[in-house]
């Protein structure tokens, strides 16, 4: 006889299959609704979008480097600091381009009272012409008397015949006369003093010598942050040597390094997405594709791999992509250089190009353009005082500084 509490049992592994079947049916439409849910996401949202957090900032590291010899006397910013376009940086010693600029000054001075010695010996030569010209009508006058008694017997041959080297004597002085005018008019003609080409060397000269003096102090020509001095007091510098480093945060970007198969569709002016790993997640930065690099990074490493010589592993490339970050952002949240980005490319317009659309960026600075203006104020200074009151350096055609435009010495004199 069978036991009841085994035959009651029987029933218990159908309830339990059944709790099973049910469990694995929920898992897989589970699965199916995420496959679902993703394929959705992927067709409708994933498949427009690269990403990759190998980027970090760059931007423009301007060095300060000197252009004269000299011996730094003074150091006026250091690390960390900021500096405004413009501000004096590094000054050097002045001593010896003051000398040259002293001496070229001097001869500017000697060279425009010398030009304006010309000047003056044209109205000596005619002078003097008109002087020869008297003496001839006067010699030719006593021969013409002579001649007219000759026949009486009054006059002698001799002196006649000494009248007549009278007249060829004084048509030769009046000759060498106009042939010195001549001369002399040959350096004067078409120019005035400011406009000469003795005078315009000597200006030169002067320009050479006030701006090597004037690069004795280097200023900074952007607005940035200071960084990499390496400059001290007392050191003696040669033009190129680097003295130190300006960054200018206001105008940095972002390269990310995207691996090759993710660049069929990325263009130039697609929209980007970005956080730094300083701030988190909180905080968004917008952007735009602006360019892409000529070359991997491989290509460009100081040194590139060796792909011929048949020992070479395939290994997926990484091209730099420049991202152009929204200024207004980037003034709330500012960034350094070589900070890491996590950056995210929205590819669904394709309407940009990858090279030919990219746009050529100018930097620029003026910090240096007074150096010629006041260099021609020197000049005017020189020339005013030396080429005296009524010369005709008061209507100088063209500057000392060359013959297409009009330099400040000329306007001032005119």
């Given at each position: 006889?069978?036991?009841?509490?085994?035959?009651?049992?029987?029933?218990?592994?159908?309830?339990?299959?059944?709790?099973?079947?049910?469990?694995?049916?929920?898992?897989?439409?589970?699965?199916?609704?995420?496959?679902?849910?993703?394929?959705?996401?992927?067709?409708?949202?994933?498949?427009?979008?690269?990403?990759?957090?190998?980027?970090?900032?760059?931007?423009?590291?301007?060095?300060?480097?000197?252009?004269?010899?000299?011996?730094?006397?003074?150091?006026?910013?250091?690390?960390?600091?900021?500096?405004?376009?413009?501000?004096?940086?590094?000054?050097?010693?002045?001593?010896?381009?003051?000398?040259?600029?002293?001496?070229?000054?001097?001869?500017?001075?000697?060279?425009?009272?010398?030009?304006?010695?010309?000047?003056?010996?044209?109205?000596?030569?005619?002078?003097?012409?008109?002087?020869?010209?008297?003496?001839?009508?006067?010699?030719?006058?006593?021969?013409?008397?002579?001649?007219?008694?000759?026949?009486?017997?009054?006059?002698?041959?001799?002196?006649?015949?000494?009248?007549?080297?009278?007249?060829?004597?004084?048509?030769?002085?009046?000759d060498a006369a106009q042939q010195e005018l001549?001369?002399?008019?040959?350096?004067?003609?078409?120019?005035?003093?400011?406009?000469?080409?003795?005078?315009?060397?000597?200006?030169?000269?002067?320009?050479?010598?006030?701006?090597?003096?004037?690069?004795?102090?280097l200023p900074a020509p952007v607005t940035g942050?200071?960084?990499?001095?390496?400059?001290?007091?007392?050191?003696?510098?040669?033009?190129?040597?680097?003295?130190?480093?300006?960054?200018?945060?206001?105008?940095?970007?972002?390269?990310?390094?995207?691996?090759?198969?993710?660049?069929?569709?990325?263009?130039?002016?697609?929209?980007?997405?970005?956080?730094?790993?300083?701030?988190?997640?909180?905080?968004?930065?917008?952007?735009?594709?602006?360019?892409?690099?000529?070359?991997?990074?491989?290509?460009?490493?100081?040194?590139?791999?060796?792909?011929?010589?048949?020992?070479?592993?395939?290994?997926?490339?990484?091209?730099?992509?420049?991202?152009?970050?929204?200024?207004?952002?980037?003034?709330?949240?500012?960034?350094?250089?070589?900070?890491?980005?996590?950056?995210?490319?929205?590819?669904?317009?394709?309407?940009?190009?990858?090279?030919?659309?990219?746009?050529?960026?100018?930097?620029?600075?003026?910090?240096?353009?007074?150096?010629?203006?006041?260099?021609?104020?020197?000049?005017?200074?020189?020339?005013?005082?030396?080429?005296?009151?009524?010369?005709?350096?008061?209507?100088?055609?063209?500057?000392?500084?060359?013959?297409?435009?009009?330099?400040?010495?000329?306007?001032?004199?005119?």
């Open positions: 006889m069978s036991d009841p509490q085994q035959t009651a049992a029987a029933p218990a592994p159908k309830q339990s299959n059944g709790k099973r079947r049910r469990l694995m049916t929920l898992i897989v439409l589970v699965i199916i609704i995420a496959a679902v849910a993703y394929g959705l996401y992927y067709f409708l949202v994933a498949r427009f979008h690269e990403a990759t957090d190998d980027a970090y900032v760059n931007g423009n590291v301007v060095q300060i480097t000197p252009q004269v010899v000299g011996t730094v006397i003074s150091v006026n910013a250091d690390d960390t600091q900021t500096v405004k376009v413009g501000d004096p940086l590094v000054a050097l010693d002045p001593a010896d381009s003051k000398v040259a600029l002293d001496q070229a000054e001097a001869n500017l001075a000697q060279t425009v009272r010398q030009v304006r010695t010309f000047f003056v010996n044209n109205n000596q030569y005619e002078a003097q012409i008109a002087l020869r010209r008297s003496d001839l009508s006067r010699a030719q006058d006593d021969l013409k008397r002579r001649m007219q008694v000759a026949q009486t017997g009054a006059v002698s041959q001799e002196e006649i015949s000494h009248a007549r080297d009278a007249v060829r004597g004084a048509q030769a002085a009046l001549a001369s002399n008019r040959s350096l004067t003609s078409n120019t005035t003093i400011a406009g000469h080409p003795n005078v315009l060397a000597a200006a030169a000269k002067v320009r050479d010598s006030y701006i090597n003096f004037a690069r004795n102090t942050y200071v960084a990499k001095r390496s400059v001290q007091v007392g050191q003696r510098v040669s033009p190129g040597n680097p003295l130190m480093a300006i960054v200018p945060l206001n105008g940095v970007w972002v390269d990310a390094n995207f691996k090759e198969v993710q660049l069929k569709h990325m263009r130039i002016g697609q929209p980007v997405e970005l956080t730094a790993d300083l701030y988190g997640s909180s905080v968004v930065y917008h952007g735009k594709v602006i360019g892409f690099s000529a070359g991997t990074g491989s290509a460009f490493s100081l040194l590139p791999a060796q792909n011929a010589t048949g020992n070479w592993i395939k290994v997926v490339q990484r091209l730099p992509v420049r991202i152009q970050l929204d200024p207004k952002e980037l003034e709330q949240h500012p960034l350094r250089i070589g900070l890491s980005m996590n950056v995210d490319v929205t590819i669904k317009n394709e309407e940009g190009g990858q090279l030919g659309n990219a746009q050529n960026t100018v930097y620029q600075t003026n910090v240096f353009d007074n150096y010629g203006a006041q260099a021609d104020q020197e000049i005017a200074r020189i020339i005013q005082q030396n080429a005296g009151t009524g010369s005709p350096a008061q209507n100088t055609p063209s500057s000392a500084h060359g013959r297409a435009t009009k330099s400040a010495s000329a306007a001032k004199l005119m």
